[in-house]
């Protein structure tokens, strides 16, 4: 305690001396005499310490020491000793933007220091007016994990949403909201997804942001069709407002597959007659002839569906690929067990039309296909167990 005592009358002492101190070493001379004061624990002569600072400074210099000061305290567990020198800084109605900003910023920390929970929304709602958008950003993020590390994801989705609808010149801090408000629904509700999206384009988030997004989790909803249905709405959304080549070849790979999901077969093959950009001629030529072979399905046209299938594997026939990845299940698909399981599909339909002898060679076809599949499996436990529940018993 003396050693702190002496520490600040040193300081004030230096200050008193009549030749005057170097205004380069004053604002070091100031923030050893607050940090006496602090360690101390003596609020009365923290206030004063901080007085001086701010009346002897500009507030580009002056800020910086209290940030450092007051945050150390916050950092440190003293955020109610923190808290009452921030209401003594409040009552000098401070109007230079590094205090406001400075305030504003440590008010947040001491609220979410003290689990004030009911306090956090007002707290974070001053940051969101005044606060600019890297600082925000910064701010934000602690914010964020803070509650939702504390189990309130109900502020979380409250104040996410604030910033997304509030504070659209500060990008960065808004598309970082937008993701938050986004993930904090569908955590709750998958199926608020398509609206939520919406909702972000409807606020002018920037295209490629909610493309970012909506990429992210469509395959999540392939086994949601009217979830589905909704997103390749909103994809399309996307595509009219976005200029960016990278967002709008991965949406509208989304859209497509969208409409394989839920059987659009009509839209699949009209998108891919068109094209989809980024995919070269091979691409369309293998993926051409399976749409087509689905919707001949779906029209129950078994031969033409046949024809379609067999111009599908002919196609993977043709092709250098080897294998094909499957974003929604993570497996990754030899071109044996795709031709395998095509030519097993070809025979059922034959049996359905019927055409026996049709059929059986198809079947022989599809189990020397699925055996090298097999084969090629052996090192990949997932894979290998899937095949081994889809060929069972037909291999026998």
Partial sequence: MNRHVDIRNWCRDLQGRDVGLPADLLPQVLNWQLAASLAMADADLAQTDLDSIINKLTADKAAPLVQQSLGGLIDGGQHAFASRLLRHLQTKNLEAAEYRHLLA??????????KNWDAAPAAFDVCVAQLP???????????????QKNGRNDLVEQTSKKVVFNALDKTNSVNYAARVWVETGVAANPRVLPERLDALLTARISPVQVGNVFDRYFYEMAEQLDTIRALCAVGERILATCSDENTVNSVKIKILDGAFITENYDLAVSMLEKGIPGKDKAWHDMSLPKVKAHRAMAKNQPREAVSFFRAFMQSWLDSDQEEEFDPTSGIAYSREWILGRNAKRIAGILDTIPDKAEADKARAEAKGYFKTALEKAANDPAALKLLQEETKGFLD
């Fill in 105 to 114: 910023a440590l008010s947040l920390r001491t609220v979410l220091a003290a």
């Fill in 133 to 147: 958008d890297s600082t925000l950003y910064t701010l934000a993020r602690t914010f964020f994990t803070t509650l």
